[in-house]
Nanobody, 120 residues
Framework: QVQLVESGGGLVQPGGSLRLSCAAS????????MAWYRQAPGKERELVAG???????NYADSVLGRFTISRDSAKNTMYLQMNSLKPEDTAVYSC??????????????WGKGTQVTVSS
């Protein structure tokens, strides 16, 4: 089995910064694409940023220039550096990864999420 565990969420004032982490553990032969999603109350889940195994990245227009996604493949960990945070960034942030298991099957996994609240 594989687990994804997010950390780093919390309460921050507008204009502040947070760094989220997503650590994968378990029976992992490799990890392909990884991504951060978020869901605000009453809204649908949306893609925030994604990163391929080769390091190519993509971002939602709403976070472009403020958020940076990265990964440490040796640690099976992905990060999201969030700067210039706005109240509208408030949401539960979840990580997602396509993991290659030792059975040569790629499966998609989700973390349980971490709350980010931007408020004065």
């Amino acid at each position: 089995q594989v687990q994804l565990v997010e950390s780093g969420g919390g309460l921050v004032q507008p204009g502040g910064s947070l760094r989220l982490s997503c650590a994968a553990s378990g029976s992992i032969l490799g990890i392909n694409n990884m991504a951060w999603y978020r869901q605000a109350p009453g809204k649908e889940r949306e893609l925030v940023a994604g990163i391929t195994s080769g390091g190519n990245t993509n971002y939602a227009d709403s976070v472009l220039g403020r958020f940076t996604i990265s990964r440490d493949s040796a640690k099976n960990t992905m990060y999201l550096q969030m700067n210039s945070l706005k109240p509208e960034d408030t949401a539960v942030y979840s990580c997602n990864a396509y993991v290659l298991g030792y059975d040569s099957i790629i499966r998609r996994y989700w973390g349980k999420g971490t709350q980010v609240t931007v408020s004065s």
